[in-house]
């Protein structure tokens, strides 16, 4: 046998020895199941996470310098403000409201009043206080009146001897001296809301006009209209034809004694 040959069969020899070896294969009993072992299930790959949303940047701090100095401009009274003082000074006041115990809300009463308005705190307010007559009793209302910065809006809170409301009105001025105003309360009777409406008018520096608005059945109509004319500034009334005719004649009986005193005085003495 040739070397080359002899190596191929003592590898054959090997491999049978250890096939034939009880130590090198184990044993299988066939009386028993076979035992197999599950596969390892494979570790699943993890899910790739969303990209964080960065943290907002924290607001800025607010500049106190800033603030400041909006608030101290909102504190100056301003134009709005002057065109209020013209209200200052003592009032005469003659006022027309809807009667309404009249079932057909066509009766109107008069009455009068008098005003005396000042301005306060440095110009910002103006402070009303009203007294006169309202179905033939004393009442008396209080007012302040001014002009938001802030909300560009007048603002005025009214009081009475009427009622425990506290009427707050806001609204704004025309170019025509127009200020309209409202305010919305509780009706006292009903419960219900109801709102008032006013309108002013600046005539001029001694005159100004009211108006007051309610909202009935749902329709609006005038409850109050009054006029304001500074003390010391009321025009005098006309002289009537009558008036004219006693002055004439008291000064014609005027010459004619003047005229006798004169002959008198010519005659000679006795």
């Known amino acids: 046998m040739s070397a080359r040959l002899l190596v191929v069969v003592a590898l054959s020899a090997c491999s049978i020895a250890m096939a034939d070896d009880p130590k090198a294969a184990p044993k299988v009993d066939p009386s028993k199941p076979a035992v197999v072992v599950p596969a390892t299930p494979a570790t699943p790959a993890t899910a790739a996470q969303p990209a964080k949303a ?47 115990s009249d079932p057909s809300m066509q009766k109107w009463n008069e009455s009068k009043g008098e005003e005396k308005c000042e301005v306060v705190l440095g110009g910002r307010y103006v402070f009303g206080v009203f007294k006169g007559e309202f179905n033939g009793q004393k009442f008396e209302g209080r007012g302040f009146h001014g002009f938001n910065k802030a909300t560009k809006q007048f603002e005025s809170s009214w009081v009475d001897t009427m009622s425990t409301c506290q009427l707050l009105y806001t609204g704004t001025m025309s170019s025509d001296n127009m200020l309209r105003m409202s305010a919305t309360y509780t009706d006292p009777a009903t ?42 500034t009321a025009a005098k009334p006309a002289a009537s034809v009558t ?8 000064a014609a009986e005027k010459k004619v004694k003047d005229a006798k005193d004169a002959i008198k005085a010519l005659e000679p003495t006795k």
């Open 243 to 250: 008036d004219k005719a006693t002055d004439a004649v008291k």
């Open 191 to 232: 419960g219900a809301k109801r709102e008032s409406r006013m309108v002013s008018k600046i005539i001029d520096a001694n005159t100004r006009e009211f108006s007051m608005y309610e909202v009935e059945g749902g329709q609006e109509m005038k409850v109050m209209e009054a006029k304001y004319t500074r003390k010391g």
């Open 54 to 100: 960065a943290t907002p940047a924290a607001p800025a701090a607010p500049d106190m310098k800033e603030i400041m100095k909006a608030m101290e401009e909102a504190a100056q009274p301003g134009a709005e403000h002057a065109a209020m003082a013209t209200m200052a000074g003592d009032w005469d006041v003659s006022m027309k409201y809807l009667d309404w």
